[in-house]
């Protein structure tokens, strides 16, 4: 079974409506991290999150949220998507410091 | 100047041929460094750490330059299934918390 886990893998959604990105691992990693990537572009952080009781915003957090349940779980909300919300979205843990990062299979979403 | 800089390519190289990568990085202080691939729409996946040393391995060899600020990445032997996207990443420097990611260099490998 994979370590680090995406749901769902695609989604379509329309301009306003509220949707959330969940991700699981089993690594037993404590850091947890949402990116954005689109073509052309390095990934982009959305939040990260160093424990459960830490989370923090990346560099493009504006229209999106996070909630951490778990030390195994990492969510991520748009409140209210728009058309250029639309990328693949990936979900990655790590083990500390500057430590390697595992990355989920990613998130593949359309706001139309 | 880009925090992470990689020529985004493509490199179309024969099977069997080998290939460099550069990659230049801005921050001096950063003190972890890595190579991923990623294939298309896909999840980037660790190649290869980048230790100071250099390393290797197998058909893959990675060495870091940190007076230039570079790390480098040499595919000996091409094959078709190493045709994706090799991401540089650079970690984050002491008690911070940002990776920085390059936007990848492309190789494709010909038959």
């Known amino acids: 079974d994979a370590d680090v886990t995406q749901t769902p893998r695609n989604r379509i959604t329309k301009t306003g409506k509220r949707i959330m990105l969940e991700c699981s691992q089993t690594k037993g990693h404590d850091r947890m991290y949402w990116y954005r990537q689109d073509p052309g572009l390095g990934l982009q952080l959305i939040y990260y999150s160093f424990d459960v009781k830490d989370i923090n915003k990346g560099e493009i957090s504006d229209g999106y949220s996070v909630s951490r349940q778990a030390q195994a779980k990492f969510s991520l909300s748009l409140e209210s998507a728009i058309p250029n919300q639309t990328a693949l979205y990936f979900c990655?843990?790590?083990?500390?410091?500057?430590?390697?990062?595992?990355f989920g299979p990613g998130t593949r979403l359309t706001v139309l | 100047r880009k925090e992470v800089e990689q020529d985004p390519g493509p490199f179309n190289v024969p099977e069997g041929a080998t290939v460099a990568f550069n990659c230049t990085y801005s921050n001096s202080a950063s003190q972890s460094f890595f190579w991923y691939r990623q294939d298309c729409r896909k999840e980037p996946k660790l190649l290869m750490s980048v230790y100071s040393s250099g390393n290797e391995d197998g058909r893959f060899t990675a060495q870091l330059n940190r007076a230039s600020q570079y790390i480098s990445l040499l595919i000996r032997d091409s094959k078709l299934s190493d045709s994706a996207t090799y991401l540089c990443v650079v970690g984050p420097p002491s008690g911070t918390y940002k990776y920085i990611f390059g936007t990848g260099t492309r190789l494709k490998v010909l038959a």
């Open positions: 990655a843990t790590s083990d500390g410091g500057a430590a390697t990062q595992y």
